[in-house]
């Protein structure tokens, strides 16, 4: 499991990079985001909601109601140009962020 302060650093990021990949909706993020981070990473609706509204409210994605394959209505979310740009700048800050840990830290990691 991810420790908090991390949980909160990587979600936008990690949102960003769900959405640029396709369209999705709130469960569907949530169990994609557990199978990627092989069970470490467990977010829940009153984690995810509040990210995808600030997300909403800042440009950087849309949601739209559409009738589900089952005929339940649900909001599917997709990136923005915004989304896409907001996207980069992590990336950047990311790797830049990796990079340098791995000058103070060395290329090794002994395992976990």
């Known amino acids: ?5 991390l949980m909160a650093a990587t979600i936008t990021p990690l949102m960003l990079a ?15 985001i557990h199978r990627l981070s092989d069970g470490k990473i467990r ?11 600030r997300l909403e ?3 950087l994605i ?6 589900s394959e089952s005929g ?15 996207l980069e700048t ?8 990796h990079a340098l840990l791995l000058k103070v830290w060395g290329p090794t990691l002994s395992p976990a």
Do not use: C, N
Request: glycine share 6%; aromatic share 14%.
């Open 1 to 5: 499991m991810f420790p908090k302060p």
């Open 18 to 32: 769900l959405l640029a990949r396709g369209e999705s909706y709130g469960y569907q993020i949530i169990q994609h």
């Open 72 to 86: 339940r209505k649900r909001k599917y979310y997709r990136l923005t140009a915004a989304g896409q740009q907001a």
């Open 43 to 53: 977010w829940t609706a009153s984690t995810l909601y509040p990210v995808l509204h």
């Open 62 to 67: 849309i949601a739209t109601w559409r009738e």
């Open 90 to 97: 992590e990336k950047r800050q990311w790797l830049d962020a």
């Open 57 to 59: 409210t800042r440009g």
